[in-house]
Every structure is written in structure tokens, then in C-alpha cells.
């Protein structure tokens, strides 16, 4: 926790250097995304905040602060189930929400930040006035569908997680995480596969759609719900791990329009913005290193429009 109050005082600080940057610049810039509640980013499945100086909302807080939003930067355990890394969060949102005076915040989950961020909202709605779901597999991903055939209790498993869950430590370690436990590579398959996200989506329905390819509640329990996801594998040729979202993209059935790692249909909660941007998963956080589609609309650009959204409903 010590680590943890740490990295979210540093956050205080570099959000009170970018009012004052912006105050500053104020000829240069505006208020467009200044909500009244702050932004919490919540990372996926192997996330970080900064990792050897690569961010993994590469470019995004900064763009958000610009014009007016107070934004901090979460991280959880890179490998665990949606609700410890949903509990995890949680800890930090009240911390947030001490340390900033205000009583709610605007979560943005991307990944298996999505679940992990409807856990938060589900168990504690006071200090939640929106969820933002980018590019989360809420009803499973064909992905964790494939991986789950390997036979549960097998030498093959035990090697897979063993090989995952060194990658988390690693990421861990790397970007120095206030987040020091195990990783649980198969609590993360249990949770992203379609029958672990039945599950969960049985004990926390908030927002979840009815039909297969639907819209869910829009509001539940005061919090506002809103979803929006790629559905282009490959993007630039000149991104390296546009190949690794192509490989990806073939555990999926033929025809079914997907980013890479998540279904366009699984990614739908609450009111969709959009769910067929011409973005692949890494995309959607602005990786690799700003290499997105040229003919699509900037993903910073769609995270500076979802701020002004929230602040035009007063959230």
C-alpha cells in the first residue's frame, strides 16, 4: 500500500503540473475534456502504467490533460481474475477519490480492464459515475476459447502457465508495479474464455446486453455505461505487432469481425459508440507507439471524445 499511495501522490502531482501547464498555455488550449469527475485508466490482461519508458496509453493522459481532464494512471496485477484485479482497483479508486476531493470517478478499462472495471462499478456504484469499456471481451474471446482446450491438469497447462506467468512477472518487474503478487495466468483464462465470462457476467449483469449483438442498460444504479471497439487485425505495415493480432485473429470463426483478441460482439456494453473502428487491440491503446491505421480516426482523438461526452452529461 505504501507503493501504492506513492504512485498515486506522484499522480497528484503530474496532474497538478498539467493544470498548471495548462493554465499556462491557456491562449493554446481548452476546456474540451475537462470532466467534472477524473478519468482512471484501467490496463489489460499483461499491462503495465510505464514500462522502460513506454506508456501503455501511449499518448492519451497527456492529450486528455491538455484540455482540462484530471487523469490518473492505475495498474493491477498483470495476470489474475476479474474480480482480485477488480478489488485491486478499487483500493486505488478510493484512494482517488480522497485525494482529488471528488466523490466519483470516470473508469476506462480496456482489455480485461473492462471486466475489471465493471467489478468496481458493480460493488461500489457510489464512487463510480461512468464505465468506459474499450476493447473488452465481456462475453469471452474465441481466443481464450482455443487456449482452453488444452486439457485442464495437464503437463501441457502447467507448462503454458508457467511460460505466461513468467511474461507477467517480467512486466512487473519492469515497469517497477506498487502491485506485488502472483500471477494467476489461469484465473485470466477462466475469466476471458466465454464460459468464466458467463459466469462473471451472471453475478455482475450491469450493462451487459440481452441479445447476442446488442446494447445494454445504459444507466444502472447511477452509473452510465458506454463500449467501443476495433475490428481490423492488421492496420500498418509498419507495426511489428500487427502480425501477432493477424496470427490471433485466426482462433476466431470465419466471418466473426473481431480486433485481434476480442469478438466486435463480445465488446458491446451499455450505449456502443462504435465497435468497428479500424483498429486492431493494441491499437485501441495507441500501440505501438502511435502506429494505428491512417485512414481511421486517432484513437486519441476517440478518448478526447469520450471525455467531452461525459462532460457534456455532467459526469
Known sequence: MKKNRLSLALGLVAALGAVSQTQASWFSSSDYTQTHYPIVLAHGMLGWDNMLGIDYWHGIPQALRKDGASVYITEVSQLDTSEARGEQLLEQVEEIVAISGKAKVNLFGHSHGGPTIRYVAAVRPDLIASVTSIGAPHKGSALGDFIRQVPENSAGEALLASLVNAAGKLINFLSDSPIDTPMNSLGSLE????????????KFPQGIPTSACGEGDYQVNGVRYYSWSGTSPSTNILD????????????????????????????????????????????????????????????????????????????
Open 240 to 315: 511489428p505487432s500487427d502480425l501477432m493480432m493477424t496470427v490471433a485473429a485466426m482462433t476466431f470463426p470465419k466471418g466473426e469481425a473481431n480486433d485481434g483478441m476480442v469478438g466486435r460482439c463480445s465488446s458491446r456494453l451499455g450505449m456502443v459508440i462504435r465497435d468497428d473502428y479500424r483498429m486492431n487491440h493494441l491499437d485501441e491503446v495507441n500501440q505501438f507507439f502511435g502506429l494505428t491505421s491512417i485512414f481511421e480516426t486517432d484513437p486519441v482523438t476517440v478518448y478526447r471524445q469520450q471525455a467531452n461526452r461525459l462532460k457534456k452529461a455532467g459526469l
Open 191 to 202: 475469466s476471458l474464455n466465454s464460459e468464466g465470462a458467463a459466469r462473471f457476467n451472471a
